[in-house]
């Protein structure tokens, strides 16, 4: 199998292998509730319009992880460099068992039946990214994206967008009344050096108080001008949780693709959770209420 790294799609650093244990103790039924399985390179084709090539990522690997942390549930993310093929997330979700939950990529032909099958497997959502592509490779079709939203809509599924919201025009008044909840990535997945009176991330701000609208605390190295503990991300993480801290979750990004930088430990990424969301209270439900809510767990 050719899974040799184009120019266009490098190698990817791999996560550190050796988490620490964090110092914050997380509530009982916290969730990871966005994370990525890659591989084996050498079982599975990546897509040849990736724009990296991701090191081995495996369901064991990342489940030590969740141990070392004391995370007890986890969302896996179909990863752009898989394109739709479903083959490695409907597999892992079959061996992880009852606590983990999926979100897929699908193309607008699936049948209803494949998007059914695909709910018993475990997935409660679909990405959409127009970002992290090869450039022309994706567009933004509202008009598609509302009907296969019609159409995941029986199923209780939502739709997560990997987009720049900074950038997008009327953010607020084009996701207005969306048939199914939103989700937006890495706080938004704003230019670093973002700040909070930004016109995309007030909109954002604005569709979180309006109510069909969730926002993943994650990837903070991918909005962050600094290193870790990114501390420009700070006053971003207050003002989606003082928005509408029900409808917040947080998750690692594990295995941390594309980072340019220093590879952060997973450990040092769950404490910054303590600047983030300083109250307790907030916390458990940011960690445990929020996500059983959004991704269906008992």
Not at 153 to 169: A, Q, S
Not at 184 to 200: E, I, R, S
Not at 206 to 229: A, C, D, F, H
Not at 262 to 274: F, I, K, Y
Request: hydrophobic share 40%; proline share 8%; glycine share 6%.
């Amino acid at each position: 199998m050719n899974n040799l790294p184009a120019a266009s799609a490098p190698e990817c650093l791999p996560p550190d292998f050796l988490p620490r244990a964090p110092k914050l103790r997380l509530p009982d039924l916290t969730c990871d509730c966005h994370a990525h399985i890659c591989g084996p390179g050498a079982v599975y084709s990546y897509s040849p319009n990736r724009i990296y090539t991701p090191p081995d990522a495996l369901l064991s690997e990342y489940r030590t992880m969740l141990r070392t942390l004391g995370v007890t549930r986890a969302v896996l993310v179909q990863p752009s460099v898989y394109a739709s093929d479903m083959t490695v997330l409907l597999s892992a979700l079959k061996d992880a068992g009852s606590e983990f939950r999926g979100v897929a990529v699908v193309d607008p032909a699936i049948s209803d039946d494949e998007l059914e099958q695909m709910s018993i497997a475990g997935v409660r959502g679909v990405r959409i990214n127009i970002v992290d592509v090869k450039a022309g490779s994706a567009a933004f079709d509202f008009q598609g994206l509302r009907l296969l939203a019609e159409r995941i809509r029986p199923l209780g599924w939502h739709m997560e967008f990997l987009l720049h919201v900074d950038t997008l025009p009327d953010l607020a008044t084009t996701f207005e009344n969306f048939p199914v909840d939103i989700v937006f990535g890495h706080l938004g997945y704003t230019a670093p050096g973002t700040t909070t009176d930004n016109k995309g991330f007030r909109d954002l701000l604005r569709l979180l108080r309006n109510g069909n609208t969730w926002v993943k605390l994650t990837g903070p190295y991918r909005i962050s001008r600094e290193q870790l503990p990114y501390p420009d991300v700070v006053a971003l993480a207050h003002a989606l949780v003082n928005a509408n801290s029900d409808r917040i979750v947080w998750g690692t990004d594990w295995p941390h693709v594309m980072v340019r930088g220093a590879m952060p430990n997973d450990g040092d990424l769950c404490d910054l959770l303590s600047a983030w969301i300083p109250n307790e209270a907030t916390r458990e439900k940011i960690l445990c209420t929020n996500p059983a809510r959004l991704y269906g767990f008992d």
